[in-house]
């Protein structure tokens, strides 16, 4: 059965001559909106969310700079801090996993108490550990509650905004993550391994203190079926005064027909056709994550003394300052340039920064011209890393909310984010080995990944700015 309508694009309707006419599912007044000018609540909802992205990016970034502190400190070996680098990518994949069915079962804000709290427990292990055993409880424990955030963050956010705001408050979400990244990184050049552990427990506090301000999701309300909290939540969200009837109305009638839909499972992603849009949406997570990203980000203070810097804290400095402006410009131009056409500034940039980046250390195991190494090798990373938050950090997220149809968007999404976590796992784990057996071989072989993501892109993957859900699923179906 296929369903005609969604939350994105609207009603189908038809006219007396049987023409399909589109009305929006997520719709208010445009009129009543203007002149009430009544989305303080939502940009308050969306403030206090973000918190959750911070923190994702805090946990990701925290690895990078404290490397050579925790190893002295705490003396673990390479392969001992291999495994704290990408354990937590381990709890994030059993957080993928479950995200979807805990959002289900106690709420959006339910879920995102439960990460909070899991993360503090994570960052109070870290703070007080004396050994690799309470290190990795912290880490894995982390991992969780922002594996549960990944998801259900950018969910809350498309959920209670209204469309014509929608796009920007999601980017929202990415420019966090960034953030978070950025500042764990800068403050842990400046501080302590166990002081930067402050960076993640703050925000993880602030999102429990706000939610208590903020209303529940009103379409999880809806799905459940709690009428009455359900226009509360509504109504506080739109403005005591706006009119919320044709809204309502047209959320619920949205959810009827959902439940309308056979319940989708794992295997029904491999039909004929869903399968291109598994292609796409797995490969883009794939070629994101073997391009080599966690590794750099996780380890980049030690690529840094490797190349010859007496420390890491200039780069990693640096790396932090670039990344949360230039994802911003890639924000502003995922609707004006396309899609694809970032991707493919993305992935060659990449590109050439890993080839640049493997040129230094090939010049440095060959012995000749070392006084440019480090000066190479701080050139390559940060063109990679800037290339990367231009297009290929956030465009495969939003390709992959937009290529699944509605009735298989979950169990689609759940997958890709679980390949996603996978991919951050095995690099992550796999990085350090790889830099004691080549450095530049490592990185050439990032490159090539990279590489290969040019093409990928270029023969797979559909362009979807500007295009109605419907229009994308019409195009991956007559091109399979």
């Not at 009543?32 to 992205?53: F, K, P």
């Not at 705001?165 to 420019?175: D, H, I």
């Not at 490797?306 to 402006?325: D, E, H, N, R, Y």
């Amino acid at each position: 059965m296929a369903i005609t309508k969604d939350v994105e694009n609207g009603v189908g309707m038809h006219d007396a001559q049987g023409n399909e006419v589109r009305q929006p599912l997520v719709h208010q007044n445009e009129s009543s909106a203007d002149s009430q000018g009544s989305i303080w609540m939502v940009l308050l909802s969306t403030a206090v969310v973000i918190c959750g992205s911070f923190e994702f990016g805090s946990c990701v970034g925290y690895s990078a700079p404290t490397q050579s502190g925790i190893t002295k400190d705490i003396g673990l070996s390479l392969s001992e801090y291999s495994v704290f680098g990408s354990i937590l990518t381990i709890g994030a994949m059993i957080g993928a996993v479950t995200s979807g069915h805990l959002a289900d079962f106690i709420g959006r804000k339910g879920a995102m108490r439960v990460s909070a709290v899991i993360c503090i427990i994570g960052w109070l292990a870290i703070y007080f550990a004396k050994g690799s055993v309470l290190l990795y409880f912290g880490r894995i424990s982390s991992g969780y509650g922002i594996g549960v955030l990944s998801y259900v963050v950018p969910v809350f956010i498309a959920e209670i905004a209204p469309k014509n705001l929608r796009g920007g408050l999601a980017t929202l979400n990415q420019l966090l993550i960034c953030g978070g990244h950025s500042v764990a990184f800068i403050i842990g050049t400046l501080v302590t391994w166990r002081t930067l552990v402050l960076v993640g427990f703050l925000p993880c506090l602030l999102l429990l203190l706000g939610l208590v301000f903020v209303p529940e999701s009103p379409r999880w309300l809806a799905k459940v079926g709690n009428q009455k909290e359900f226009t509360a939540a509504l109504q506080k969200l739109r403005g005591k005064d706006a009119d919320i009837t044709q809204e309502a109305e047209e959320i619920q009638e949205y959810i009827e027909d959902l439940r309308t839909l056979p319940k989708a499972g794992i295997q029904d992603l491999f039909q004929s056709r869903y399968i291109r849009s598994v292609i796409v949406g797995v490969g883009l997570m794939v070629f994101q994550q073997i391009g080599g990203i966690n590794g750099v980000g996780f380890y980049a203070s030690e690529i840094f003394v490797s190349a010859g810097f007496s420390s890491g804290k200039l780069g990693t400095i640096l790396m932090g300052s670039i990344q949360v402006p230039i994802t911003l410009v890639g924000a502003i131009l995922m609707d004006r340039s396309g899609r694809i056409a970032l991707l493919m500034v993305s992935a060659s940039g990449t590109f050439a920064g890993c080839f640049i980046t493997g040129i230094s250390f090939c010049l440095k195991a060959q012995g000749i011209y070392m006084e440019w190494v480090p000066t190479l090798a701080l050139c390559g990373i940060l063109v990679y890393l800037g290339a990367f938050s231009i297009g290929m950090g956030a465009v495969p997220w939003v390709i992959m909310s937009e290529v699944f149809p509605i009735n298989i968007k979950g169990i689609g999404g759940s997958l890709v984010t679980l390949v996603n976590w996978f991919g951050s796992w095995a690099v992550s784990y796999a990085f350090n080995f790889l830099m004691s057996w080549s450095s530049a071989g490592t990185f050439f072989i990032f490159s090539a990944a990279n590489a290969a993501t040019i093409v990928f892109v270029a023969m797979v993957v559909p362009e979807t700015k500007g295009r109605s859900l419907e229009e994308i699923q019409e195009s991956l179906n007559s091109s399979k």
